[in-house]
């Protein structure tokens, strides 16, 4: 009986280690290129006559992260791992424009919308390559807070702000290199894809009439991270 117990206990305890070294846990710092693309309109409404004026136009613009990261990857066996992560992108440059002119006035409506920062919950799915090399893809559910600004461009014409939280699904793909296993150290490199809904605020303190703002931001995101392996 006492030789059956510390069979258990030993076969458990291989049982357990064996399950941990599957696990891998992380973390790391980031740096972001964001190329964002804006499909925007401005819509101008005039009170006295009811007539429409409106222009579409495609925004385009870089912006730059800093950023964390955490998460796990779990080896379903030597080569194929499923895993989570959160990452969370501080906007520290860059901002999103774009401009309506009417030949009839003298009059210059403009709109602005800035990312601020974003955070991303996501599952991943990858596969080693070799002893030191990983690729992955992931899919991930990516929550940005934008501040979007519009304004006439003519003397005491206020501001109308709107902040709000987007909700876009990210797709990504990217690869890891370990570059010092004594230290768990290892280099990343990601290239992720959002789409956002489309964005309206409607600017109802100009003199003579209405300015409808729309917005639909995607961005097209590059991130190099360096990440510790526990």
């Known amino acids: ?16 280690g064996a399950a941990q070294a599957r696990v891998q846990p992380y973390a790391g710092v980031s740096v972001s290129v964001s190329h964002d693309t804006q499909k925007g309109s401005i819509e101008e409404r005039e009170f006295i006559s009811g007539g429409r004026n409106s222009i ?7 912006l730059y992260d800093l950023g964390l ?3 796990a990857r779990y ?7 499923i895993g989570g992560e959160i990452s969370g992108d501080m906007n520290v440059a860059g901002k999103q424009s774009a ?11 403009r709109y602005t919308l800035k990312r601020k920062f974003s955070i991303i919950p996501s599952l991943a799915f990858g596969a080693k390559l070799s002893d030191a090399c990983l690729s992955y893809v992931k899919v991930g559910l990516n929550l940005s807070q934008y501040k979007f600004e519009g304004k006439g461009d003519f003397d005491d014409s206020p501001y109308v702000t709107k902040t709000k939280m987007l909700k876009g699904v990210q797709f990504a793909v990217g690869g890891e290199y370990l570059v010092s ?13 959002t789409r956002f809904p489309k964005q309206k605020i409607v600017n109802k303190n100009l ?22 392996t526990f």
């Open 181 to 193: 296993k004594e230290q768990g150290l290892s280099i990343r490199g990601e290239v992720g894809y």
């Open 1 to 16: 009986m006492k030789y059956t117990c510390l069979m258990l206990v030993s076969v458990s305890t291989i049982g357990l």
């Open 99 to 109: 401009t309506k002119k009417w030949d009839s006035e003298i009059l210059n409506y």
């Open 75 to 81: 080896f379903i066996n030597d080569t194929y791992f």
């Open 56 to 62: 579409g136009r495609k925004s385009k613009t870089m």
């Open 69 to 71: 990261l955490a998460g």
């Open 207 to 228: 003199p003579d009439a209405e300015a409808h703002y729309k917005a639909q931001p995607s961005s097209v995101n590059v991130k190099f991270a360096l990440v510790k």
